[in-house]
């Protein structure tokens, strides 16, 4: 399979834009598959640069409500007639971050979706699609959490309480004794991702996908070298998985986790592809 990186906060290529967000395109013997959409119509654009017509995509998955996965949602349904977008039923809830200011800001879905609510799939804790395609958000683990969840907030009436990422899942694709996993944010932990995604397959995947979340956008700091030396331990021991991450990784995590894994880590930059 092939796994092209669409929009992420960098680009490798003058004609792909960059952007604070993450779209990746997932081309299999059965599927053209869009995970995640970033954060705006950007994503048609760096589409046609790269030679990947969105119109042909039959499944699209969206890996959580943030508006800089999700906002690219109603653009591509707007060229894109036929795909079934699977996202979690939590995903239509208001999330917020909180702004410097301490005032909550908007981060959810755009309204822009609505009118293709008819095209939209809601999950739960796991689906099938079918034998190659699996999603599932159903993590039984907290292990090494990062501090920049703690600025994300789920309103619930009057109240902004911590977001415990309900409407988080991530996917599955298994093909021709390959499995990989595409995680998008991992909000709730890379490492527990992984370790679900193993009991689901009975062993670990040849590839995972996903940014790891060690770093906050909106102050920059990158989350304690021992966190993310810890997170990096955990990933080096399944010997054979190779990991591609970027966007909330951040750079300085990035960094680090590469003097542990070497040639097993890879930026996934925007204009980039990979085959597993």
């Known amino acids: 399979m092939k796994i092209t990186t669409l929009l992420e906060n960098t680009s490798c290529r003058a004609d792909v834009v960059h ?9 299999t013997k059965t ?10 119509p950007a994503v048609l654009d760096n589409a046609r640069a790269l030679g990947v017509d969105l119109a042909l995509v039959d499944t699209a998955v969206l890996s959580h409500a943030h508006d800089d ?38 981060i959810g879905m755009p309204e822009e979706v609505r009118p293709f609510e008819d095209r939209l799939t809601l999950t739960g804790d796991a689906l099938t699609i079918d034998d190659t395609l699996r999603l599932f958000s159903d993590i039984k683990t907290a292990d090494y959490r990062s501090h920049a969840n703690d600025k994300l907030k789920e309103k619930q009436g009057e109240d902004y309480p911590m977001d415990e990422f309900r409407h988080e899942q991530n996917l599955l694709i298994c093909e021709d004794g390959k499995a990989v996993l595409l995680a998008g944010c991992s909000h709730r932990g890379i490492v527990n991702i992984l370790r679900r995604a193993e009991e689901l397959l009975g062993r670990s995947p040849d590839a995972v996908f996903a940014g ?4 906050s956008p909106g102050t920059g700091e990158t989350e304690p070298r021992e966190l993310v030396e810890s997170v990096g331990r955990e990933l080096l021991a399944r010997k054979l998985t190779v990991y ?25 930059t925007g204009g980039t592809t990979a085959e597993i």
């Open 212 to 215: 790891f979340h060690l770093y």
């Open 244 to 268: 591609y991450t970027g966007h909330c990784t951040g750079q300085d995590a990035f960094t680090i986790l590469k003097e542990l894994l070497g040639d097993r880590l890879h930026y996934m």
């Open 69 to 106: 996965h999700s906002g690219g949602l109603a653009p591509f349904l707007s060229v894109n007639k036929t795909a079934r977008v699977y996202l979690s039923r939590a995903a239509v809830g208001d999330y917020y971050a909180m702004g410097k200011n301490g005032v909550p800001e908007f």
């Open 19 to 27: 952007a604070h967000g993450l779209s990746q395109y997932v081309e």
């Open 31 to 40: 599927h053209k598959i869009l995970f995640d959409m970033g954060p705006g």
